[in-house]
């Protein structure tokens, strides 16, 4: 490989690193059934892991804890979720638990945390990303 080569795959492993990162910390659009919400990722979120650390090892089974369930969704509304497409100004994080609480038996919230705790799919996202930049 070519001087010119070798840094052409430098700067692109530079570039798709910064995005993600970028990304982690402005959040993606995440697509679900329930519409598109924006989100921070939960991977390197010191605050999220700090403040969902006591749940950590139940995170599966929020629906049969109520309490760990609402401590859990006001955790995602302060330090994850940013926005939901078609809420516009009308976009709270208290709007974001009243309806997680509402879904709270059809796997709302759980289907948020799968997307915010899948480092794969953030890369999938940053390299996309970083190659229409």
Not at 57 to 81: M, P, R, S, W
Not at 109 to 132: H, M, P, R, S, T
Request: hydrophobic residues 40%; contains cysteine; aromatic residues 10%.
């Amino acid at each position: 490989m070519s001087k010119p080569e070798v840094e052409n795959v430098a700067s692109n492993i530079i570039e798709v690193y910064k995005e993600r990162r970028r990304l982690e910390q402005s959040g993606v659009w995440c697509k679900l059934p329930a519409g598109r919400i924006k989100v921070k990722s939960a991977i390197r979120n010191p605050e999220f892991a700090r403040k969902v650390k006591p749940f950590a090892e139940n995170l599966g089974e929020l629906q049969e804890d109520d309490a760990a369930f609402k401590e859990v969704i006001a955790i995602l509304a302060e330090t994850i979720v940013l926005d939901w497409d078609g809420f516009g100004e009308d976009y709270t994080s208290e709007r974001f638990i009243e309806i997680c609480e509402e879904l709270k038996d059809c796997g709302f919230a759980e289907d948020v945390l799968q997307f915010i705790l899948d480092k794969d799919l953030f890369n999938q996202i940053a390299v996309a990303k970083a190659g229409k930049n």
